[in-house]
């Protein structure tokens, strides 16, 4: 394809006032030699735009627009995906933030237009993958969660197969007595519905039901997954698009929990035991089948407790109000005791708290349970009141336990932490305890042929990795998802929300898939990664690296690519110390290319230059914030947007330092136990690797000062120009950087 | 050890009494953390209600009459509940089934209520003396307005400035009212509140019956405490009267430009919401009205102000049982009038009054301020 550039300058929203356009529009036409280079007052209006139209009319293959944030106007300013836009952010980054008609933002504007001009000569239209997509949807477990997702995706029109490990369908919902109220005004108890449910699933013809069935096998990629499916001693190979994981949870194990009389005392028992009772009719206590009396409820058993589950069940509280009146209603001489740390009832669940407080047998204090025995015929709960100030007994004929919930996709064994620990000579629970995600791959349920490993990273608790805070559903592996009780605690009407919400997941997956896009979070990027074989020396980088598990490997440890598993993050060019990974709009090319085009002024002009590389999730429109909120900051330093910090490779900053630039600023996104990385691992991963280039700052003897990571938060705008400025002090104490003058 | 353990049937006694809403509450101390109390002294509201809740009241103690009744944690509470039924409940259970043991000011002022219609034990004949050397006339059922001083107003030596000041404005104006004297027993409000259901039902009955013999259509009071029973308990009973607080007749008379001031009273006036009043039945402007219109007032108001006014301390059959010293809200309520710079700290209610009163006294605050009742200033300015 031939180049063919359009410049525009807008001098709207105040850019015209504050620069000299004629001087920044021959940084085009003189430096870069743009035969096409129109300053306009009011681009974005009508006339703009269409001066902007004809000129792609009349030829223009590559527009430059030099005005506001490419994060504004973007409806106005898209073309046909055969042309390449480059923006270049006169407005937040330049005017907006620095003094009018001052020479150094004079330099600025004008090294940002070199910059998007040094881009846009190398940045071709993305050439979309396409392959053929099989668009059916797996689901696996067929429990509240599983069957929802069934039931929404058919709704929506997409083939399902649904596969169960157990004999029927229904999961949890199906042992239930009845559940708790769900609809307004949340008074009275419920069937739970699940033989509904298990029908509509079972009439779909659109859902293909394997009860009594596991994976074998799942290979491939989004779109075109072959999944191989065991029932009855046979084999089924199914195409599959995506895969919703809704493998549901068991309860924890109440064995643990001696310390409140369970095993020791019959009559102690679970919050699920207690659904089978109800469901015998009256509520007879094992020991010696007297119909109950009194019956204690003791919460948080084992829950929000460190030596069994830290984390809140959800549920637990809800299912003792519930079971409370499973016990007022078939006796109603009974009194029932339930003692809690916290009653946690969410949202309008609060109606049916307070429904359940005003029974007249139903007693609540909050207190810590100091120990069970046994005499007179009943279990006496000791109880350390934390409201009276004092003791109390609770005697009951019948102890439940508020179990919480373990996912099962809990860990059997820390598979990455304990190989990790065992090359670096490390103890194997300090590896587990540093890993941010917990090191442990899911106990067994899909089977992945991925070269990362066999099943969905998880968390500490065992829960699969998601993007908790931003993208919940999405999983650390493309076009699977995690839903119901095994992504987090939940209950049945919070597990049909989510599992709606993981199918409209799935169906993304497949349609973004089918366009030869990537799924998420870069749902428009039609580019994906290119690799230079020839130059591969297979170090493995690339496929340890990428958080999303995208490359495997052949025999030789060559990295094959699965593009539709790909996140377009670009954390593994990032990775790349051969730098044969690019996209078509970015490669470690390009962005030296923009560093190069940086004009350093010598050294006793005294005007130092600082590149900042800011991740495009959250520093960059941070950063625009700050200049929508006129903030000033300092006007040496050189903005460069990054896909995701993780996708920085190192040449860059040898690259910068060798061309006379002072610093390099390299702000990203949060990481740790509550990332905010849209890509997992990326602002982690920079961190790391900044470490090492103190070695090669050592090699070029330089400071190590003249290299800074952040994290930022984009609501933490305002702290940026502190950071520029600090920087720059820094900067000036250091001095500059010896190499500028050669 | 033995440890307690919860006692249903107390609770059931509890809720039979009025404690309906104790179910409801989830500690969750609200009560506790706005109850003026603290501010001189502990006071638990959360355990109280939490201990009746598992029956595990322990009826001897004497924090079961600490409650003032002021209302601000049933104004606070996120479940609705009501705190004060559920003081109420313990007290009944302690003075009618004789569980614990009722302080002894307070048996002797409900006894003289029942007896003789009045807890100071006075007789009842010298129920309208107050009025002696003024032109009130006896109520006759041509009679447009009943005055019901309230008993502290009808028989304390100095509070009975209220009655006479009420009277004057009056008389002043030349409005049609008369007092039943003799006949007017104790509203009964705080009896109630302090657990006496049943003499509150008496002296209910009774009065219900002296009015409607006496053809009595509007009365006209000067306690918030007699406005909120007859407002909202006695209808229940059968009673059909208006009922009117002086601070709500002033302002209405203002509005109607029937009530002009012609001399000015220079002095910087704050300000106390009495619970009644205020809390209880949301009647926290015609006062201000009032005392903005007289001429000279400069109106000045307590940082907690009305719906978060701090109590005297002398509902709930408070104002009949001793406060130690060190631990009395209208002392820590008159510091903080002192401390804003006022001359006259105004009152609406002869609860507050009496407190007050004493609280000057005990302070030795005569030079610094003044204790008046709204109708007091309303007739300096006439």
Do not use: W
């Given at each position: 394809m031939d180049k063919k550039l359009g410049v525009y300058i807008c001098g709207g929203c105040s850019i015209g006032d504050s620069l000299d356009l004629d001087k920044v529009s021959e940084v085009a036409t003189k430096e870069y030699k743009v035969e096409i280079c129109k300053t306009h007052p009011f681009l974005c209006g009508k006339e703009g735009a269409q001066l902007i139209a004809k000129?792609?009319?009349?030829?223009?293959?590559?527009?430059?627009?030099?005005?506001?944030?490419?994060?504004?106007?973007?409806?106005?300013?898209?073309?046909?995906?055969?042309?390449?836009?480059?923006?270049?952010?006169?407005?937040?980054h330049v005017v907006w933030s620095h003094t009018p008609q001052d020479e150094n933002t004079q330099m600025l504007a004008e090294d940002y237009l070199r910059m998007g001009l040094a881009k846009a000569q190398k940045v071709f239209p993305a050439e979309p993958y396409q392959e053929a997509i099989d668009k059916t949807i797996l689901v696996v477990g067929g429990g509240i969660s599983g069957m929802t997702s069934a039931v929404e995706a058919a709704k929506a029109g997409y083939e399902v197969c649904l596969v169960e490990k157990s004999p029927s369908?229904?999961?949890w919902m199906s042992k239930l007595y009845k559940q708790y109220p769900k609809h307004p005004?949340?008074?009275?108890?419920?069937?739970?519905?699940?033989?509904?449910?298990?029908?509509?699933?079972?009439?779909?013809?659109?859902?293909?039901?394997?009860?009594?069935?596991?994976?074998?096998k799942t290979s491939g990629a989004p779109g075109m997954f072959d999944v191989l499916v065991k029932q009855n001693g046979n084999q089924t190979s199914l195409r599959i698009g995506s895969i919703i994981q809704a493998t549901g949870f068991r309860p924890y194990e109440a064995n643990n929990l001696d310390h409140l009389g369970f095993g020791k005392y019959p009559d102690v028992i679970t919050n699920f035991q207690m659904e089978e009772l109800a469901q015998q009719g009256k509520i007879k206590r094992p020991s010696d089948g007297k119909e109950v009396e009194s019956v204690a409820f003791i919460q948080c058993a084992g829950q929000r407790d460190e030596n069994h589950l830290p984390y809140c069940s959800s549920f637990c509280c809800l299912t003792s109000l519930k079971q409370a009146l499973y016990v007022t209603e078939k006796n109603t001489d009974a009194s029932v005791y339930i003692l809690y740390k916290d009653i946690r009832t969410p949202a309008q669940y609060e109606d049916f708290y307070k429904r359940v407080q005003e029974e007249q047998a139903v007693f609540f204090t909050k207190g810590e349970v100091e120990g069970i025995s046994e005499g007179g015929g009943c279990l006496t709960v000791e109880v350390e009141d934390t409201l009276l100030g004092e003791k109390i007994g609770i005697n009951a004929d019948l102890v439940v336990l508020a179990v919480g919930i373990v996912p099962n996709s809990m860990p059997e064994e820390a598979k990455k932490a304990t190989a990790e620990a065992e090359s670096s000579g490390e103890k194997c629970e300090e590896a587990a305890e540093r890993a941010a995600d917990s090191g442990f791959y899911a106990s067994p349920a899909l089977q992945l042929k991925y070269r990362q490993g066999p099943e969905l990273p998880t968390l500490k608790y065992g829960f699969p990795d998601s993007h908790f805070i931003c993208f919940p559903y999405e999983t650390r592996r493309t076009g699977i998802y995690s839903t119901g009780c095994v992504r987090q605690p939940e209950d049945s009407a919070t597990c049909i929300d989510d599992a709606t919400g993981a199918a409209l997941k799935a169906i993304q997956c497949v349609e973004q898939s089918s366009k030869g896009m990537a799924v998420h979070p870069r749902t428009w990027d039609q580019t994906y990664p290119d690799l230079f074989?020839?130059?591969?020396?297979?170090?493995?980088?690339?496929?340890e690296e990428c958080p999303f598990g995208m490359y495997d490997e052949d025999e030789k440890f060559n990295p094959l690519p699965n593009p539709t598993r790909c996140r377009r993050c670009a954390i593994c060019m990032g990775s790349c110390p051969e730098r044969i990974i690019s996209f078509k709009d970015y490669s470690v090319d390009i962005i030296s290319s923009m560093l190069k085009a940086v004009e350093v002024p010598e050294e006793d002009e005294e005007k130092p230059r600082v590149i900042a590389f800011l991740c495009e999730n959250d520093a960059y429109p941070a950063l625009d914030v700050a200049g929508i909120n006129r903030l000033t900051y300092n006007p040496y330093v050189r903005v460069i947007p990054v896909r995701c910090l993780g996708s920085i490779n190192i040449v860059w900053i040898a690259d910068a330092l060798s061309k006379g630039i002072d610093g390099i600023i390299m702000i990203g996104c949060n990481y740790g136990d509550d990332y905010q990385c849209h890509f997992i691992k990326g602002s982690e991963l920079a961190n790391y690797r900044m470490e090492k280039v103190q070695e090669t700052l050592q090699r070029l003897v330089l400071e190590s000062e003249r290299i800074e990571v952040w994290q930022l938060s984009i609501s933490e705008y305002d702290k940026l120009p502190k950071i520029f400025d600090d920087f720059l002090e820094t900067i000036e104490r250091v001095g500059p950087n010896p190499y500028k003058d050669f | 050890m033995t440890l307690a353990t919860p006692d249903k049937e107390t609770m059931d006694i509890l809720l039979e009494l009025g404690g309906e809403k104790l179910k409801i509450c989830y500690q969750c101390g609200t009560c506790t953390g706005v109850c003026p109390w603290n501010l001189v002294r502990d006071f638990n509201v959360r355990k109280i209600v939490h201990q009746a809740q598992l029956g595990l009241v322990d009826f001897e103690d004497e924090d079961n009459w600490t409650c003032a009744t002021c209302g601000a944690c049933v104004k606070r509470c996120p479940r609705g509940g009501e705190t004060i039924d559920v003081m109420k409940a313990i007290r009944k259970v302690v003075s009618e089934m004789g569980a614990g043991?009722?302080?002894?000011?307070?048996?002797?002022?409900?006894?003289?209520?029942?007896?003789l219609g009045n807890p100071q034990g006075e007789a009842p004949e010298k129920r309208a003396d107050w009025a002696q050397g003024r032109d009130v006339k006896t109520f006759t059922p041509q009679t447009e307005w009943l005055y019901f001083p309230c008993c502290i107003s009808a028989y304390d030596a100095k509070v009975k400035r209220m009655a006479l000041a009420t009277a004057d404005i009056l008389g002043k104006l030349g409005m049609d009212f008369g007092i039943l004297g003799e006949k007017e027993k104790c509203c009964g409000e705080s009896v109630r509140k302090a657990g006496g259901e049943e003499t509150f039902q008496s002296l209910a009955n009774t009065n219900i019956q002296t009015f409607t013999e006496s053809g009595v259509?509007?009365?006209?009071?000067?306690?918030?405490?007699?406005?909120?029973?007859?407002?909202?308990?006695?209808?229940?009973?059968?009673?059909?009267?208006?009922?009117?607080?002086?601070?709500?007749l002033w302002a209405q008379l203002l509005e109607e430009k029937k009530l002009n001031f012609s001399r000015e009273v220079k002095k910087k006036v704050v300000y106390h919401d009495p619970c009644y009043l205020g809390r209880h039945n949301d009647i926290y402007d015609e006062p201000r009205r009032v005392l903005e219109a007289i001429p000279g007032v400069e109106l000045i108001e307590f940082e907690d102000s009305k719906q978060n006014a701090i109590c005297c301390g002398g509902g709930g059959g408070r104002i009949w049982m001793d406060t130690p010293k060190g631990e009395r809200l209208c002392d820590w309520r008159l510091e903080q009038a002192i401390e804003l710079g006022a001359d006259v700290l105004a009152v609406a209610c002869p609860y507050c009054m009496l407190n007050f009163d004493d609280s000057v006294l005990t302070l030795g605050k005569e030079d610094t301020i003044e204790i008046k009742?709204?109708?007091?200033?309303v007739l300096e300015a006439i």
């Open positions: 000129d792609i009319e009349d030829g223009v293959n590559t527009v430059v627009i030099a005005a506001c944030s490419p994060r504004a106007q973007q409806e106005i300013f898209s073309y046909d995906s055969g042309v390449v836009l480059e923006r270049v952010n006169l407005r937040e369908l229904g999961g005004p949340y008074q009275q108890l419920e069937d739970t519905g699940i033989e509904a449910k298990i029908k509509e699933v079972e009439g779909n013809p659109r859902i293909k039901v394997f009860t009594g069935a596991e994976i074998e074989m020839q130059r591969c020396t297979q170090c493995k980088r690339c496929t | 043991k009722v302080p002894d000011s307070l048996r002797i002022s409900i006894k003289n209520i029942a007896s259509k509007k009365v006209l009071v000067s306690s918030p405490h007699c406005y909120h029973t007859f407002k909202n308990e006695y209808p229940e009973l059968g009673a059909e009267f208006e009922v009117v607080h002086t601070t709500q009742d709204v109708s007091e200033l």
